[in-house]
């Protein structure tokens, strides 16, 4: 540790440059550009050591805990794919129990939390457990390789909805687990994405100070199953929010109370050009024009439902993009 | 296993033969016996007829099977004669107690020993305004039958009840014992003794 | 204390006095009263415990897997669907070595749809890794649940506690219930080595590959091997400070010279009991009770069998397709002796059919057969089936 009367750099200086507690630890099995790795560590970095972890089965419980390794410095459970957010329950009352103040986080993917253990969710949140739940979204069964899941947008392709003759890739509609959440009126929920990361660790901190459930849904963009390079994942993140595809919101009880607003806003081929999942909706068919305009259609919905135009310019987080221009993190 | 009691409940689901099956296994555990309890197995329909089964002995009872053939069968409700077969099983030295405001003809049992009608719930309106026949019908049971002194009965109410309530329902044991003509069983609990 | 109460409502108190920090409930007939019981005795004030109401019962054992991983002594009760439900997280706790009780109150499988009683739920659990202990009535139920948490702690196993649905259950009998300080005196506060707690971080529930999944699993089965010790500590040590054995991992009850045997399990052995003394003429018969399905108490086993020439095995579950579920594993055990008995394997009481005391004449009338049933549903009333299903 640098001594403060260091000649060469100030207190803040060196705060920014000492890395912060790293509950998950490099080393990790992950892809190259792996957005749900990105944002565990984000997450874990906000969270501190004083947490214990159920996480639900996928990408992240596999890359980070093969046996005899494990990437976890803070107290961490898998059980099972469906239940984290029912062990992490339990995990809550023993606490309650014993009297100890340790919070408790839940992880899962958008497999374990829009499908299988959406019903292992319901019942904390509706329980209203001191729990913060955090789902990394990216937006398909990717650990399996690459199925879809209800959070795939529409006309994504996957393994289990490929484009072809008959088919434009995923047939039904992001499933909005947002609203879905609001409906049990729990204290806090909150969109996020990794392309905005001091928007992430803020919200995360808030979700960690609730008295109660709390809800986080991360943006994670998977460069394997999205098909794009691992180096453009938190400009496809940040895409997906500046055209309005993943609006960043804020829900108290039920009721959206923030809204990140867009700057510019940009069409919503901008977002799907870069990626593989989409490539069949540019070959100028007139089914794929036609899924381009739904697309976009949904697209400007979620612009005027939440209001996300900005009157006026405003700043923004830029931290994301920022760090990839500079060439990434230093540790020094 | 010695001098085992068979007994059969019959009554209508809500009408508490269960817990009056319970409370005369109580009342042979007051009187230092053993007794087993357990109602018809299954969900339970209001106003269904259901049958709740007590087995009574001085010593552990071992056996779990269901009663088919008790020696006592009580019948809460009148109108579960209508049931074919209501006392189906009962032994021929046993006896059927009847909650009824008339008389029932034992001819209507043929063979079985002893059949006494009480007019429980007429009894249990009068003294506690409630309509409950339980109470009037175990305190004419434990008469006829001498199987439990009432003695061990009443304490069992006195767990329950408390205070004008307890009153009342001593009240309705008298009543209901003095109804019934002593002892005109009690050669049905010495025949299953032996 | 003796007191006259109702086998669910006991087993509940005998939870209570284990002192559990959390318990999950989720409602599902026969088990019901149980879950019931504990939630009175937690709104009297008479237990101080977190009990978690959850959506399912494969919410249930996960929410109490996190709460005993999390350091709380944990506890919950399911039967028949709700057993199955949570096959998928039996398996996961066993394999992750977490410390918990479970009572299923045995109730049969649809389809069929039946709330009555047999054993189907707890035998198709007997591959999951869970120490499995079966009651033969409800003073047993009562003992063994206490014993459980004992046994879960010191091996970190989970154990499942076994009792008739509503046979035991639902039936008011005399029971002895131990107090607060025998319970106390018998079982420690809960101490999981393994505790989440930021100031020992670990991480549970890796995945492992080839290169390691036979130690675990080498080591899963030995350690169910080695339980067998503990319940039988359990067992002594509780019968030490309450006066009551629960019969170890198996007991022999009759004459010694007897070579004609009964095996079975659960809470027809009472019946069994009361059967064999009305019928003397049938000649000596000794009645075997198995308590412990897993671990399977081969060694005691063989030593019940030395000398026993006619055994029978009943048991209320099959394996559909294949025969008895407890049968061929005697037999297998069995096939070790050097002159082993002939086996005659029947199940009975299905889906809740009446065990009567008229069936101990017909299991000693088949013994003295010529031939060795193999397999038999003894009670099966043929003529209610078409043809083509007989």
Known sequence: MDSPRSNSHTVAELHHKQPAFRGLEAGHLACSGCGQALGARLVTEAIGPDVIIANATGCLEVFTSAWPRSSWRVPWIHSLFENAPAVASGIEAALKAQGRATKVVALGGDGGTFDIGLQSLSGMLERNHNVLYICFDNEAYMNTGVHRSSSTPHAAMTMTSPSGKMRMGKRHLKKDLLAIIGAHQIPYAATATVAYPSDLRAKVRRGIEIEGAAFLLVHSPCPLGWGHDGALSIEVARLAVETGIFPILEMERGNVVTAMKIRDVRPVVDYLRPQERFHHLFDDSPEARDELEHLQQLADHNIERYRLTASQPEAHDSEGVDTVGRGGMRWS | ?194 | MLQPIEGSAAVAKAVALCRPQVVAAYPITPQTHIVEGIARLIADDDLRCELISVESEFSAISAILGAAAAGSRAYTASSAQGILLMTEVLHNVAGLRIPLVMTCANRAIGAPVSAWNDQQDSMVMRDTGWIQLYCADNQEAVDTTIHAFRIAERTELPVMVCMDGYILTHTLEVIDLPTQEQADAFLPPYHFARTLDPRKPLTIGTLVTPDFYTEARYANHRALIRAQEEILAADRDWEKISGRSCGRLLSVNGPYDADVAVLSIGSVMGTLSDAREQHPELGPVKLIKLRSMRPFPIDELKRACERVSELIVLERALSPGGGGIIGPEVRAVLSELHSPPRIHNFAAGLGGRDIPLEIYPKLIEAARAHEVTRFAIIDVDIDKLAVEDR
């Open chain 2, 1 to 194: 296993m010695g001098d085992l009691t068979e007994i059969r409940i019959e009554g209508r689901g809500g009408q508490g033969n269960v817990v009056a099956a319970y409370m005369l296994a109580r009342a042979a555990f007051e009187d230092a016996r053993f007794a087993q309890a357990y109602p018809s197995f299954g969900p339970e329909r209001r106003g269904a007829p259901v049958s709740a089964f007590v087995r009574i002995s001085d010593e552990p009872i071992k056996q779990r099977c269901q009663i088919s053939d008790p020696l006592y069968v009580i019948i809460q409700d009148p109108s579960l004669l209508h049931v074919p077969n209501i006392c189906a099983g009962i032994r021929a030295d046993g006896g059927i107690l009847i909650n009824a405001s008339t008389e029932v003809a034992p001819a209507r049992f043929p063979g079985i020993a002893h059949v006494t009608s009480i007019p429980a719930t007429a009894m249990a309106l009068r003294v506690l305004s409630e309509p409950i026949p339980n109470v009037a019908l175990l305190a004419a049971f434990l008469t006829l039958t001498e199987l439990i002194p009432l003695a061990a009965y009443e304490r069992v109410l006195a767990h329950r009840f408390h205070g004008q309530d307890l009153k009342s329902n001593l009240q309705l044991v008298r009543e209901a014992s003095s109804y019934v003509a002593r002892s005109s069983w009690k050669e049905a609990s010495h025949a299953a003794a032996n």
